[in-house]
């Protein structure tokens, strides 16, 4: 194997950084994206240029920001009903076989609605204001968090449960020490989900009853034909997706950093 | 040789004191949807205080039964279990386990691990936190308390297990094959080890395992179970001294011993 000179072991090293690769990634696309336009001479009103694009995102800046915080703080708070409703579910499914029997199916049955169809009834139900857009990130974001509750508190090894029973443990002794704990890679891993799907939520529940919000001005400029500010509208919610993701990462890591998926060991190529 | 128990002395102990565990006439039948399966059939067995029996068998024999029937974490079909005399009918915390893999917890460290059965049975925290110190530092794990499970080898994660089967002063120590996972090299260490820390705690110890001569190292009587459903086959005293060391394993005694264990596999039909 050769050796690695100083210069290609600094390359690989900055490769490391979390945002680094994400970002050589992201212009390549960009670069594919332009180079695929002209060589196939797509028109403007198909599909936009990047430049159209970032020139949107730089002049649309103000609305985009303005109307980026309603939709933040609808998909945000659907999510927060989303993650403590979607656990306590979980709770009472993974303790009691009946519970399970009887409310499971019909979580799942409920899944099979699509949220587009329900959500202009919110907005009959709560009017044109924040509400629906919360109820609908909620409902959507709902499902992942209670499947993988409930998988991480029923998937305690048999023989950690009759080591604390075998200690005299009680059920909430049992849930508090072993079950919760165990079960927070898994809770995790459903947040994560769940918070991408809040922000889609959001913006459903904008198409349908709102006159503000990122998913209004998506609404607005699909229907004048303005497709760079149509795409600098999803750039800016897929940031924002980004962003609640990334903080939920940050959670993960100070919440359970003794889990194997957060011990992370600096590969450095040999 | 000395012999460790002739039956003189321990029918004049078995008069005076009450046996750590006695077992009589106790059968276990586990009802499933394809029917009963019998696990455990018609087992009596009595172990002293401070004695270390070592049962061994084949696989599904019922040993592991026997073992959660002891701990009160299954309830005999049949016949009575009792600890220092009285019935088991469940979990009754005077026992510590140890299973094959540690089951640590591993978002606790290695001493809160160890603190586990206090803090479930509410006791008094400075008090067995010093007793926790004092049996890792008897495992040879001192200045590991703050680490976390998965920084350990796993013979010290097994050990870990031990401190946290000890630390609430039980009566009796269950251990079902608890070196089964680990390399032959450090299974002999933590034989040498196991029976150090029983000399020093003089606890009652049952243990399961699948090695004979493993067995025959440990204990001071060996029972041997029949295949599934489990009776009890034969019980030997073991003639060796109670301080043993690894030469011992060459020695004729220990021969004698476990070819009289491999016989009853052998004849049996199982290798």
């Known amino acids: 194997m050769a050796a690695r000179t100083p210069f290609a072991i600094r390359i690989a090293m900055s490769l490391q950084r979390g945002w680094v690769r994400p970002l050589l990634f992201l212009c390549l696309v960009i670069t594919l994206w332009d180079v695929s336009i002209r060589l196939f001479n797509v028109p403007s009103y198909q599909i936009p240029t990047p430049t159209a694009v970032l020139f949107a995102l730089y002049t649309d800046a103000g609305p985009l920001l303005t109307q980026a915080i309603p939709t933040t703080i609808a998909a945000v708070a659907g999510f927060i009903l989303s993650a403590v409703f979607g656990i306590l579910v979980a709770v009472l499914i993974a303790g009691s076989r009946s519970v399970e029997s009887y409310v499971y199916p019909l979580l799942v049955f409920s899944q099979s609605i699509p949220k587009v169809a329900i959500a202009p009834l919110f907005v009959v139900w709560f009017g044109f204001g924040i509400l629906p857009k919360i109820l609908s990130a909620f409902l959507i974001g709902f499902f992942p968090v209670v499947v993988s509750a409930v998988q991480g508190f029923k998937s305690v090894e048999p023989e950690m449960l009759d080591l604390a029973r075998a200690m005299e443990a009680n059920k909430l002794q049992i849930f508090r020490m072993v079950r919760f704990p165990h079960a927070m890679p898994a809770i995790f891993a459903g947040l994560k989900v769940s918070v991408t799907l809040a922000v889609v939520g959001a913006v459903v529940g904008e198409f349908v009853g709102s006159n503000n919000g990122i998913g209004f001005l998506l609404q607005r400029s699909i229907g004048n034909f303005e497709l760079p500010t149509m795409f600098a509208a999803l750039v800016v919610l897929s940031l924002i997706g980004v962003a609640l993701f990334w903080i939920l990462d940050v959670l993960e890591r100070m919440t359970i950093p003794w889990h194997a998926s957060q011990r992370h060991q600096l590969i450095i190529p040999a | ?271």
Request: aromatic share 4%; glycine share 6%; net charge positive.
């Open chain 2, 1 to 271: 040789m000395k012999i460790v128990s002739n039956n003189e002395s321990s029918l004049r102990k078995q008069a005076t004191d009450t046996p750590a565990i006695e077992i009589a006439g106790v059968s276990k039948v586990y009802r499933t949807h394809d029917g009963e399966i019998p696990s455990v059939s018609a087992v009596d067995l009595s172990v002293s205080d401070g004695e270390f029996v070592v049962i061994v068998g084949p696989s599904g024999c019922g040993k592991t039964t026997l073992l959660k029937m002891i701990s009160g974490l299954l309830v005999p079909s049949e016949g009575e279990v009792r600890v220092e005399g009285k019935a088991i009918t469940k979990p009754h915390g005077n026992v510590g386990i140890v299973f094959q893999s540690a089951m640590l917890l591993p978002w606790r460290s290695v001493l809160k691990n160890v603190m586990m059965p206090v803090e479930v049975k509410k006791l008094p925290v400075s008090t067995f936190e010093a007793r926790a110190r004092a049996l890792l530092k008897l495992t040879g794990l001192e200045g590991f308390e703050n680490n976390y499970p998965w920084q350990l080898s796993g013979g010290m994660q097994q050990r870990v297990s031990i401190c946290r089967a000890l630390v609430h002063d039980p009566k009796i120590v269950l251990m079902d094959e608890p070196f089964g996972a680990l390399d032959a090299m450090t299974r002999e260490h933590m034989n040498v080890e196991l029976m150090r820390i029983q000399r020093e705690t003089k606890k009652t110890i049952l243990l399961i395992t699948h090695s004979i001569p493993e067995a025959v190292f440990l204990a001071n009587r060996v029972v041997v179970m029949t295949p599934r459903p489990g009776k009890i086959a034969a019980v030997y005293d073991v003639p060796l001294p109670s301080v043993r060391t690894l030469d011992m394993m060459s020695s004729t005694a220990f021969m004698a011993m476990t070819q009289k264990l491999r016989h009853h596999f052998s004849d049996a039909g199982i290798d």
